[in-house]
């Protein structure tokens, strides 16, 4: 099953239609949607960070997330200075300062999303009146689902689709529904071509090497939470065929590891995520 999360029914209202979504009529906290045969579900979460966790957390507990065959789909709106659909490599939550990387494992370049449709994205608490970057998206609720997903979903199994819908306003009313189904329609059969995809996709085995992990792990002094993260690294690395041996042997020739402090080993996994992408 493919699980998707989007703010608003107008960004959804495309995919309904073109899917024939049915909507569930039971009294649900947030409106639902099913296909026929149970391959997507969807759910319209409202708008913010706190809607959104809630609305992940909601969907994936009530229908019982599979790690080894389904998908976390956060579909929607942001600002951005070019229009375009755009495949989601990094979010940060302005609030909190925090990054988050979901694992870009799978090659959707067939299906519409090339390697030049990557965007950084940064989850604010407003609708945007500039870009402060020129370079990256600006929305409101992908850290919220990415947080809340990440306690049931495989980092490699979330995915963030992203389309343009302006360059930032003052007036949050100009931003219309109309303006945004209008611009989510463009996009529907890329989005359409990406889930078919993503329904016949088989687990990738990953099998990281383990005693390299660990002996990293303790020399760059990382927490919990770092560790998981240089989990995800190995895992990307051991998928996209990338020497992950050789990049840390690189850290070690330069002096960089091991390091001394916890500070230092954030930066050196900081360096890792440069190297690896």
């Known amino acids: ?5 989007c703010a608003l029914a107008a960004e959804a209202k495309p995919l309904i239609e073109t899917m024939s979504l049915r909507k569930d009529t039971r009294s649900c906290p947030y409106e639902t949607f ?11 979460s409202g708008m913010g960070t706190v809607a959104a966790a809630s609305a992940t957390t909601y969907l994936l507990t009530r229908f019982g997330f599979r790690k080894e065959k389904d998908f976390l789909l956060n579909f929607g709106s ?15 939550d302005e609030a909190t300062g925090r990054s988050f990387y979901p694992d870009m494992i799978y090659d959707l370049s067939s ?38 997903g990440a306690r049931f979903v495989p980092p490699h199994r979330i995915l963030f689709i992203k389309y343009v819908s302006d360059s930032g306003t003052d007036d949050p009313k100009k931003i219309t529904a109309a303006l945004l189904t209008s611009r989510a329609r463009k996009y529907t059969s890329t989005v359409l071509a990406v889930l078919n995809h993503l329904g016949d996709v088989s687990e990738p085995e990953i099998n990281i090497d383990e ?15 770092m560790r998981c993260e240089l989990r995800q690294f190995f895992a990307y690395a051991q998928a996209a065929d990338i020497d992950m041996e050789k990049i840390l042997f690189g850290l ?3 002096g960089r590891i091991p390091v001394r402090s916890k500070r230092e080993g954030k930066e050196v996994l900081d360096v890792i995520r440069e190297r690896l992408i």
């Open 34 to 44: 099913f296909a026929e045969d149970s391959s997507v579900v969807l759910a319209l």
């Open 78 to 92: 942001c600002a951005g200075k070019e229009e375009g659909l755009f495949l989601i490599n990094k979010i940060t």
């Open 1 to 5: 099953m493919i699980f998707i999360v």
């Open 252 to 254: 070690h020739d330069e």
């Open 111 to 148: 299906f519409g999303l090339p390697f030049s449709s990557e965007k950084a994205l940064v989850t604010v608490s407003k609708v945007v009146d500039s870009l402060s970057d020129p370079n990256l998206l600006y929305e409101m609720e992908a850290s919220a689902i990415f947080q809340a």
């Open 211 to 225: 005693e390299l992990f660990i002996s990293t792990a303790l020399a760059l002094r990382l927490s919990e939470t």
